[in-house]
Every structure is written in C-alpha cells, then in structure tokens.
C-alpha cells in the first residue's frame, strides 16, 4: 500500500513538472503552453514544417498560434534569369479560437522570398513571439517577429514585427542592422524613418539612413498606446539580431 502511494505521488510530481516546463506565464499573467506537433488538433492543418505552435486562453475561449515554414524549394514560376538554381521558401502564421468542437481562424499571415539564387532565408527570430494583455480587456495580442532575405553581401535582412488582436492586425517592416552597425542605436536612436529629414538623399544613402528603422508607425494610429510602445521595444531589443542564417 505504502508502495503505492508512494509511486502515486512521485507520477503526479511527474506529470507537474512536464507541465511547467511546457507552460510559462509573462508579465501580462498570460500562461501559454508549447505544443508538439503530435499534440496539435488533427483538424488543424499545418503547412510545411511546424516552427512553433503554442496554446493559451483568453476572454475568446481556447487559442492556438501555429506558425510554419515551406523551403527552400526550386523556383518554377518562369525561366530564371541568373544562375540556374533560384528559390523560394514561405512562412505561414495562423491564430486559431476554439468554437465547439472544431477550430476557426481568428487571422493568418503568408510571407514569402521568392526567385532568390543567393543565400535565402526566411524564419521567426528566436524567442521572440509574445503574447500579452497590454490593454488589460482579456482578449490577447499575438506578436511575431521574423526576417526575410536573399543576399549575396552583407547588406541586412528585413525585418517585420505583426502584432494582432482579434483579426486586427498592426505592423512594422523595415531593414535589422548588422552587428558592425548596431552601435548607432543608442538611447537617442530613433527608429521611425519618417521621423527622420531624408530631404536630397540619394537612393544609396536613404537605404543605409533605413538600417536598424521601420518605414512608420501608421497600423498603430488609433490604437492603445501601450500597444506601440510595445512594438516599438520589441523592435529595438531584436532588430539587431541579424544572424547569417540560410537553407
């Protein structure tokens, strides 16, 4: 009897902290869950390769973030025009709600790099993906950051930054810095280009006033505060992790 009880307990301990260890709560109290393939609803479809696919709840009941990646595969849209051996790779987000039995989309995103002969990437930025109560009305904000880039040098990725609540989705696109670059951003760095005076630049000196910045802070007009001030701190705490990374 002793000797069950006692491996009674030492399974329910188990089971604890494989719990834990998959779930983690952030600063917004929101605890989410990593998911295996194997534990992500059979209806559910996964395009490609899964990257990560987490689960959580909010006042929308049941949500489920699967984002995965098709690539690199050959390019076969029309005669290539350079080395012979072009290619692409594609990124898939999609947030799903529970409705019953089944699930619905609540929003998905696809995102490609195409006709690339170089060296071709496209992929989230490691521990980046945040989801938040910023505005404190239970319903969640999902937020992803990634970079897309087909370079032959070592001119910087672009970098998008997509937060969405419910099907409303709010972006920053613009160019990471590299790591020889990434001493300009300072405390007083500014990441807004349009904030910055590009009067009578050329196109080559617009592009490098472009590094480290995003085009605009426009999706944000009208939205909680909070919500740009935290895109804007996610922009600036990963904008230069631009790794050499390629298929």
């Given at each position: 009897?002793?000797?069950k ?16 260890k998959?779930?983690k709560q952030?600063n ?17 479809e ?7 696919a ?23 849209e029309?005669?290539v ?5 072009e290619?692409y790779?594609?990124?898939y987000?999609?947030?799903y ?6 699930y ?9 790099e195409r ?6 990437w ?11 109560d910023?505005?404190n ?8 950051i990634y ?15 997509l937060m ?7 972006g ?10 990434k001493?300009?951003?300072?405390e ?8 910055i ?21 426009n999706?944000f007009k009208d939205?909680p505060?909070?919500?740009?001030e ?7 705490e ?10």
């Open positions: 009897m002793i000797k009880l006692l491996f009674l307990v030492f399974l329910i301990g188990l089971i604890s902290c494989n719990q834990s998959n779930s952030d917004s109290g929101i605890i989410t869950t990593d998911l295996t393939q194997n534990e992500i609803p059979k209806s559910i996964i395009k490609g390769d899964l990257i990560i987490k689960k959580w709840t909010d006042k929308n009941g049941e949500n489920i973030l699967v984002v995965s990646r098709k690539g690199p595969l050959e390019e076969t029309y005669e025009e350079f080395l012979g051996d290619k790779a594609e990124l987000g999609v947030q709600v529970k409705d019953g039995d089944s619905r989309i609540l929003w998905d995103i696809y995102d490609f006709h690339c002969p170089f060296d071709l496209i992929g989230l930025l490691p521990n980046s993906t945040r989801i938040t910023l505005d009305d239970s319903i969640t904000e999902t937020t992803l970079k897309l880039t087909c370079r032959s040098d070592v001119s910087p990725s672009n970098m998008k930054l969405h609540e419910n099907n409303i989705k709010m920053l696109r613009g160019l990471m810095i590299l790591e020889m670059d001493g300009r951003i300072n007083n760095f500014e990441p807004d280009l349009s904030k005076d590009t009067t009578g630049l050329s196109d080559m000196d617009l592009y490098i006033e472009l590094y480290g910045r995003y085009n605009n802070e999706d939205k505060k909070e919500f740009l935290f895109a804007k701190s996610l922009w600036l990963f904008v230069d992790k631009d790794e050499f990374l390629q298929f």
